[in-house]
């Protein structure tokens, strides 16, 4: 029997509904397991940027630095996607967080589901066996690197910046985590184009050798891209730099079936954050629509890592019975259609 806080930043859009569902089945596993998870809300994103202000409070990070584990929902409003000249935006709350905290590992499964492979827009022996692990640098690249605009505005520019250090402990993580997988290591980069990734090459290279069981081959982003939806199977875990990660993991979320299934989590040295991939959805917001079930996944990651395993493997077997028996959101395109209440009740149930 354990006790854990938890900081709770539900966010934007479809974020608040989400972590909901994500709670209840938290709840759930506490009643079968015995253990106690204690919430405590704070704002951050656009949310935030109404109540304070700020989109990411310093209330909000103390919360989050005193916490066992940090569950996330999304943050994004179009009021700022569609206002370039914005100063303050609710992604920025996101990656402080990120950077204050020092997660920068973002751990992002990606499996197919049989009862899913329907869905998928590739043919179905095309999906089988895919069962990936994208490591996405989070800290470091073209999101962090100096930017700005000259010429009275005429001339922007963003500067992707690496450190060896910085390179050096997330690849370690790529060889370790494919040591505990199926022993290959994909790292996908622009080493043809960008000294960064040269960067990024000339120091996997050199760890290699402290990994000999581990397969090592190198790939062109662009080659990535393509090769994920020809031959998605030959993938066992992917490193990589940020941007390339963030789209990559998009673009991987539809061999699932939906965006809606794919959860993350995100490590450093201190506490983690636990996250769906997607963002806040704000056409679907507030309907009952949204897919729980990336949340409710991230959750499980959430387990893991505070040493609860074979609890996070309960949520994961809960999923795949509730999705088994045909039912789900509306993205799954299900024989039986719920909402994403409804959908948290039945995975909860499935726990019991
Ligand atoms: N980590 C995050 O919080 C995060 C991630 C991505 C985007 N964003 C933000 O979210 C806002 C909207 O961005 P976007 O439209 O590009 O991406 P999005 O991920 O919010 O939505 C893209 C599409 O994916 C589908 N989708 C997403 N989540 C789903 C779910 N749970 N269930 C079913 N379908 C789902 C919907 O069809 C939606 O139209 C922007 O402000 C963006 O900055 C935030
Ligand atoms: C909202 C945005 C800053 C974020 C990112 O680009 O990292 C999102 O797309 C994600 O994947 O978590
Ligand atoms: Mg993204």
Redesign the pocket.
Known sequence: MSNFNIATLDGDGIGPEVIKQGIKVLNQVGLKFGHTFRFDFAPVGAVAIDETGSPLPDDTLDLCKRSDAIFFGS??HPRFDNDPSAKVRP?QG??KLRKELGLYANLRPVAGYDELTHLSPLRPERMKGVDMLIVRELTGGIYFGEKGRRDGGDTAYDTCLYTRPEIERIVKMGFEAAGNRRSKLTLVDKANVMESSRLWREVTREMAGQYPDIELNFMFVDNAAMQLILNPAQFDVIVTSNMFG?IL?DASSVLAGSLGLLPSSSIGSQVGMFEP?H?SWPEGAGQDRANPIATILSAAMMLDHLGLVKEGDAIRVAVNATLASGTGTEDLNPKKKVGTEEMGDLIAAALK
């Open positions: 943050i994004g992604e996101l990656l963030d993991s991939i963002g």
